[in-house]
């Protein structure tokens, strides 16, 4: 495993932080951006230019990740030699989290090993790219890039992938609060 953290020329204790965890955890990298950014794109493109594992996820500041919340993905992804494994989330609203109401009719299902095309439903899903796993062979080779919008550019960049990726999986467990 290893853990790209990129940070974005951060005003906060985030970059303090950061650069305690890659300092204790040999397999945590720290990146720091000079000047910050205009979005998010450009920490996420520099993440995935520098990430070397078979799979990348992404987590962004706002965002908790479950416990068994790779692990999870990660297996289904390499039983079902999938792509990209989607999974649900809760929000969080800082004393409880939930399914939201649109996500309620995914429970108890899960899709193996299929395209887009040929299970359409998986649409009706948020498009982000924080509920995913994704097989960094795709990514790189597709050239699939998050473009460099203030909002939106996770719908694009989920999307892209998902229609340029051969074999889908989703698993109605949720690996990310946001």
């Not at 720290?30 to 594992?53: K, Q």
Request: charge should be negative.
């Amino acid at each position: 495993m290893e853990i790209v953290l990129v940070d974005d020329a951060s005003t906060d204790e985030s970059a303090g932080i950061a650069r305690d965890f890659a300092g204790r955890l040999p397999f945590v990298r720290l990146i720091c951006l000079e000047s910050p950014p205009t979005g998010p794109a450009r920490p996420r493109n520099v993440g995935i230019d520098a990430a070397r594992g078979e799979w990348i996820a992404f987590l962004d500041g706002d965002d908790t990740l479950f416990e068994t919340a790779i692990d999870s993905l990660y297996e289904r992804g390499m039983a079902d030699n999938a792509e990209i494994v989607s999974g649900l989330f809760h929000l969080y609203d800082g004393t409880r989290s939930w399914l939201p109401d649109s996500l309620h009719r995914f429970t108890g299902c899960e899709v193996r090993a299929t395209t887009i095309i040929g299970t359409p439903n998986l649409f009706l899903l948020p498009q982000v790219h924080w509920t995913k796993l994704y097989r960094r062979s795709l990514v790189v080779d597709s050239g699939i890039r998050f473009p460099d919008l203030i909002v939106g550019e996770d719908v694009l960049f989920a999307i892209t992938g998902q229609l340029g990726a051969t074999r889908l999986s989703f698993i109605d467990r949720p690996p990310v609060s946001g």
